[in-house]
């Protein structure tokens, strides 16, 4: 199954005041469309509930912002912050993100679907929990991030750093890690079981099982 990827008109409307719309948005209790959101600075938010499709979020910073049970469909977000943010609950189909800053945001039992990630930092970011389907990522930063009890398909990776991310409890079957760093990786054993690495990541997993590689 090949990632679907989002269904965005070129004639978007360009929109400058976020903040009225949210509040329209909340109180018409209707989606929110066919916008483009421009070097926008919204920190400390409140996004939640709320629906967002066909949209474009461009240079926007929404750093400390809650955006827990958000329903996003067809999105791109290209340069935009959304660190240390909570995006618990959140489901997110055909969305994409691209030189993005998400560190230490907190996806615990996110749905992600048709997931693009590129040239972006997930550094510290929480995935405990969370449906990961047909997402590629790709020249990202995931190191000490926890992506623990997760279940996973269809995941595509493509030189992204997992150094010291936690994959506890969460099944490695078919995901291809050899052009990845995972040094310090923190796994169950039996996790590993059907993960696709190379003879010196191998090497270096061996120590999980306390051996010793000559």
Not at 66 to 73: A, L, M, T, V
């Amino acid at each position: 199954m090949k990632r679907s990827i989002p269904n965005i008109s070129p004639n978007l409307k360009m929109t400058k005041d976020l903040t009225t719309l949210l509040a329209w948005a909340r109180e018409e209790e209707l989606d929110i469309e066919g916008r483009h959101f421009k070097d926008l600075t919204i920190n400390g938010g409140d996004f939640s509930h709320l629906s967002f499709r066909e949209s474009l979020f461009e240079n926007c910073d929404f750093s400390d912002c809650n955006f827990e049970k958000i329903d996003c469909r067809d999105l791109r977000f290209q340069s935009c912050s959304l660190s240390n943010s909570n995006l618990a609950e959140v489901y997110f189909n055909r969305c994409e993100f691209f030189a993005c800053k998400l560190v230490g945001a907190d996806f615990h039992l996110a749905q992600l679907e048709n997931f693009l990630a590129s040239d972006s930092s997930f550094q510290y970011a929480n995935f405990s929990k969370a449906k990961l389907k047909a997402l590629e990522i790709s020249q990202c930063d995931f190191s000490e991030a926890a992506i623990s009890e997760c279940k996973l398909s269809q995941i595509k990776l493509d030189d992204v750093n997992f150094s010291q991310t936690s994959f506890f409890k969460t099944p490695l079957k078919g995901l291809d890690f050899t052009t990845c760093q995972i040094d310090g990786l923190i796994v169950s054993i039996d996790a590993l079981s059907g993960a696709v690495v190379s003879t010196f990541q191998a090497a270096e997993l061996a120590k999980l099982m306390g051996l010793i590689v000559r």
